[in-house]
């Protein structure tokens, strides 16, 4: 009986930790779209372009960045995903970098999670077509359309 008692009060409070960690799941403010056309020799590059929607409202932006290192190829990047820890559309702008993720390379499917300096995350899923090689640093930098 004490051993099924002790079983009982441990799953129970599994359940209660899982449930206080999901509470605290960062919840997304916005969505985001985003196609964009990579391209390097040497110095590589990046050009595109998405819509922000927050708060009910779209906002169209451009994308740029150049990576340095070893850079060959072109590929097209096509994503969706959210948006997370903005408080204003303002600071969705600025220099992204890449925390984490895969981009796969011929046409699959990958993440990627980057981040501003102004600590806004953007969590996508997307797709790759063609074959670029980065073996630098790079960041793409974001720009609201007026």
Known sequence: MKRWAGALAATGALVLAGT???????QPVAQVSIDETQFGFIVGGSMGG???TYEGKKYPFKMGGLSLGANIGVSKFSAVGQVYDMKNISQFAGTYVRLTGSVALGGGVGDMT?????????????????????????????????
């Open 20 to 26: 206080a960690v999901a509470e605290t799941a960062k």
């Open 50 to 52: 998405g819509v922000l």
């Open 114 to 146: 980057l981040k501003n300096e102004n600590g806004v995350i953007m969590s996508l899923k997307g797709t790759t077509q063609g074959l670029q090689l980065n073996a630098g640093a790079s960041g793409v930098t974001v720009t609201l359309e007026k």
